[in-house]
């Protein structure tokens, strides 16, 4: 997230799950996108990937790219084949997947294709989202499941942290129930179809639904797809009254409610940002 000022700084790095076995690269907006594989060798000496791994925090776009490339089909494919796969997604997603493509390591026969994986990414997350824990939990924040799960998309893209994932969702939660717009950087990077380490004044005045500098409330959809601990955390928050986070560096995410705080933390990170880019390269 971002503190609130005139003259704003990006204050965190969003999160990108990595995981692999053999990895083999996937283009996606301009970004190569690690593809996590097993691979076996046929009797005829040629490798064939027989899983493919779904890390946490992927975006769905993400998960396409690794489907066309695991599967050797032409880019944009899977994307395709979205009207034909018949996805049992919940009213609220408007047939958009995302948040729904549950992170976890899918099987590849001979026959599988991308309607297929599709469809078991979904039933996979609906076996997890529709459970007691996670629809009683989203009940008690006062949400429905799929609100939950956006809350816990977002979590998932701002910390990296299984420790700091509940107080993130606190904060969300604290803003929300203070009429405060949530303003995180995560949701902006994801209206620009990118993962940046800044975020400048002109990113948070884009026209998006997912600029949740500008916008009220939650983002119209998940932004990644979360894994467990991240959902978790959004029908479990912790206790707290934050109202404000930065990672001023990896391990250290510092949450208060002051602002005069949180002021200074940021005016820590980006000295230390400065001192990092000064570094001569090697």
């Given at each position: 997230m971002q503190m609130n000022t005139p003259s704003r700084n990006t204050i965190r790095l969003t999160r990108r799950g990595r995981l692999a076995l053999v990895v083999i690269g996937a283009l996606v907006a301009g970004t190569v996108v690690a593809v996590p594989l097993l691979l076996i060798t046929d009797d005829d000496g040629e490798s064939r990937p027989t899983t493919l791994v779904v890390p946490e925090g992927w975006r769905a776009s993400q998960v396409y790219a690794a489907v066309d490339q695991v599967l050797a089909l032409p880019a944009g494919t899977t994307r395709k084949s979205l009207g034909k796969a018949d996805l049992k997604l919940p009213d609220e997603a408007g047939g958009n997947p995302e948040g729904y493509l549950f992170p976890a390591t899918?099987?590849?026969?001979?026959?599988?294709?991308?309607?297929?994986?599709?469809?078991?990414?979904?039933?996979?997350?609906?076996?997890?989202?529709?459970?007691?824990?996670?629809?009683?939990?989203?009940?008690?924040?006062?949400?429905?499941?799929?609100?939950?799960?956006?809350?816990?998309?977002?979590?998932?893209?701002e910390t990296a942290a299984k420790a700091d994932m509940g107080k993130v969702a606190r904060v969300v939660f604290n803003r929300l129930e203070r009429g405060m717009p949530l303003q995180m950087d995560s949701t902006v990077n994801y209206a620009l179809g990118r993962s940046a380490a800044r975020t400048t004044?002109?990113?948070?005045?884009i026209d998006s639904p997912y600029n949740s500098?500008?916008?009220?409330?939650?983002?119209?959809?998940?932004?990644?797809?979360?894994?467990?601990?991240?959902?978790?955390?959004?029908?479990n928050p912790a206790p707290g009254d934050w109202l404000y986070f930065v990672t001023v560096e990896p391990g250290d995410t510092r949450f208060t409610a002051d602002y005069a705080e949180h002021q200074r933390n940021v005016a820590e990170f980006n000295a230390r940002q400065k001192k990092t880019t000064a570094r001569p390269q090697r």
């Open positions: 899918y099987p590849l026969d001979e026959k599988a294709t991308p309607e297929k994986l599709l469809s078991r990414m979904v039933a996979t997350a609906n076996r997890k989202f529709n459970g007691a824990p996670v629809a009683a939990g989203a009940q008690r924040n006062a949400m429905n499941v799929y609100q939950a799960v956006t809350v816990a998309s977002i979590v998932q893209a004044e002109a990113d948070t005045r500098y500008q916008r009220m409330g939650l983002p119209p959809t998940p932004i990644d797809n979360p894994g467990e601990d991240a959902v978790r955390a959004a029908v």
